[in-house]
């Protein structure tokens, strides 16, 4: 690539970055590469290929991997994978066939029986259930701190568990699902690099799916890696499901190598839907972010409404949430939880009178979706921890699409009345 491509800012280059055109009869898109596998050249060939993929040597110098069978890789995948790594300056990308087998494959390959694992929470419903009841049947110590939480106070918290000498991964879902709780990343790296030693690095990884790959770069603070349910922004049209995982070549390269043996690969059709999806990707979530704001300055005002989690209502007053806000965030983004005044009845009348925004769990999609987490994304959690998170019966979650604003306003407007 010249020296004036390497300025392209990340929306330029969706449309083309990775592909080329010469080696698909010219065509201006990236073609769906049916495939399930592909042709060697020679057999020296093929034997070459599977000592990288299967990670029995390094690659050589400006050797790229070729292509081999599609569990291990695809152009399809390949594009999209490098498409994905501009966002986040990561060095490589792995993406799944959804955001929860690339967490999966993530906790996996870096957690072994007797490690311990501190996560922030709320989390993401599925990976609180993956944490909580898979790990543990494998000897994984799990200890959960609140988001919300100082690093000082998660720092202690660890030392009080005497456990701080298993600690092997800090896994953070900021913004957390649904409370938008923010963790502050560079602290949580700072804490990695104290306990590691020599004979073990203990790495970060952060679940980056609420803000997008627009609004919050984890690498950037430190974390080691990043990750994300595609089906949200990045797939943006509810219609895939699909996850991706980026960090450095040496901690992707062992992602990858999991990848290969748990199966979990996306197939061409995803990837090639999110290449598309990828073309609007900035666009979208800034009207997304946009619509969020007008939305927010409606909920301020309504009675009915009793308290609002939506990143762009923190003031100095929130102290160290605000701090965090400031440092990481680029941007308030679209989620929005609100608690209605009452309890399950009231939020259950709100979300069954909706007329526009549809009544369904998933977010970051063009049409506004609306949902109550505590029975819906968030079922499996224990009452006593939701409630300790204020993650209540009361609470409903939005996700701000990009319809006119006016019109997700009134159908706001007219669902609460209906209650
Ligand atoms: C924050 C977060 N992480 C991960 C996931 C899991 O992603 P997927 O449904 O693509 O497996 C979700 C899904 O809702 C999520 O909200």
Redo the contacts with the bound molecule.
């Keep these: 690539m010249s020296e004036q491509k390497k300025n392209f800012k990340p929306e330029s280059l969706m449309m083309s970055y990775g592909y080329k055109p010469e080696l698909s009869e010219g065509a201006i898109k990236c073609p769906i590469f049916q495939t399930s596998t592909f042709v060697f050249k020679t057999a020296a060939e093929g034997k070459a290929l599977f000592e990288v993929a299967y990670g029995l040597r390094e690659k050589k110098p400006k050797e790229e991997l070729g292509l081999i069978y599609s569990r291990l890789n695809n152009p399809d995948l390949e594009v999209l994978e490098n498409r994905l790594t501009l966002w986040d300056e990561a060095e490589d990308c792995a993406v799944f066939e959804?955001?929860?087998s690339a967490?999966s494959t993530v906790l996996m390959e870096f957690l072994k029986p007797g490690d311990l694992l501190l996560y922030s929470s709320p989390l993401?419903g599925?990976?609180d259930h993956f944490i909580k009841h898979v790990l543990p049947e494998w000897g994984v110590e799990v200890l959960g701190f609140k988001s919300g939480m100082s690093t000082q106070e998660i720092e202690a918290l660890l030392e009080s568990s005497n456990r701080a000498d298993k600690l092997k991964l800090i896994y953070v879902?900021s913004p957390a699902?649904p409370t938008n709780a923010l963790v502050d990343i560079e602290g949580c790296k700072q804490m990695a690099d104290k306990y590691s030693s020599s004979d073990k690095q203990i790495y970060v990884a952060v679940?980056n799916?609420?803000m997008g790959p627009l609004w919050q770069h984890p690498l950037k603070f430190g974390a080691d890696l990043v990750l994300y349910?595609a089906?949200?922004y990045i797939g943006g049209h509810s219609d895939v499901?699909?996850?991706a995982c980026l960090g450095n070549k040496e901690l992707m390269g062992r992602v990858k190598v999991l990848r290969t043996f748990l199966g979990n690969m996306a197939g061409p059709w995803t990837g090639w839907l999110l290449m598309r999806s990828l073309e609007t990707l900035k666009p979208r979530m800034e009207l997304q972010a946009k619509n969020a704001q007008k939305v927010v300055e409606f909920l301020k005002t309504h009675d009915k409404v009793e308290k609002i989690y939506y990143l762009g209502l923190l003031t100095e007053k929130d102290g160290e949430q605000y701090k965090i806000y400031q440092k990481q965030c680029l941007s308030p983004g679209a989620m929005i939880a609100f608690d209605i005044k009452g309890g399950e009845q009231e939020a259950f009348a709100f979300l069954d009178n909706l007329k526009l925004i549809k009544l369904a769990?998933?977010?970051g999609s063009t049409e506004s979706l609306a949902e109550h987490p505590y029975t819906m994304?968030h079922a499996d959690v224990a009452s006593e921890e939701k409630n300790a998170m204020s993650l209540t019966e009361k609470m409903v979650r939005l996700s701000v699409g990009v319809e006119n604003a006016d019109d997700i306003i009134w159908d706001i407007d007219q669902a609460l009345k209906s209650i």
């Design positions: 959804s955001g929860m967490i993401y599925g990976t879902e699902n679940d799916t609420m349910s089906t949200k499901i699909a996850g769990v998933s977010l994304t």
